[in-house]
């Protein structure tokens, strides 16, 4: 069965930092794309990072803010979230599928997804 489990929101400050998780099971995921996406309240959700074989896509809103890897052995992928501000705001979601390796950040043709993780940066 495939499961993705997120973890690692919380409140923070402006300018403070976050590591997100992503656990997979059923899966090795370092076979296929996981990418990172995250939603505010009548948003849509929209691509934060995404990470396939070595490659690796960020939004221009997190480019040399974030940092997403990957640790093989714990079927894990990781979102480092420094410099945060209050517009990084939202729920979290990690998302995989099995078709298709090219990292994008649209939503459309991942099929798998987490429960999602709050994020809320305010002072």
């Known amino acids: 069965q495939v499961q993705l489990v997120e973890s690692g929101g919380g409140l923070v400050q402006p300018g403070e930092s976050l590591r997100l998780s992503c656990v997979a099971s059923?899966?090795?995921?370092?076979?296929?794309?996981i990418g990172w996406f995250r939603q505010t309240p009548g948003k849509e959700r929209e691509g934060v990072s995404c990470?396939?074989?070595?490659?690796?896509w960020y939004a221009e809103s997190v480019k040399g803010r974030f940092d997403i890897s990957r640790d093989n052995a714990k079927n894990t992928v990781y979102l480092q979230m420094s410099s945060l501000k209050p517009d990084d705001t939202a729920v979290y979601y990690c998302?995989?599928?099995?078709?298709?390796?090219?990292?994008?950040?649209?939503?459309?043709?991942?099929?798998?997804w987490g429960q999602g993780t709050q994020v809320t940066v305010s002072s």
């Open positions: 998302a995989t599928d099995f078709f298709n390796t090219l990292c994008t950040g649209v939503p459309s043709g991942y099929d798998y």
């Open positions: 990470i396939s074989g070595s490659s690796i």
């Open positions: 059923g899966f090795t995921l370092d076979n296929y794309r």
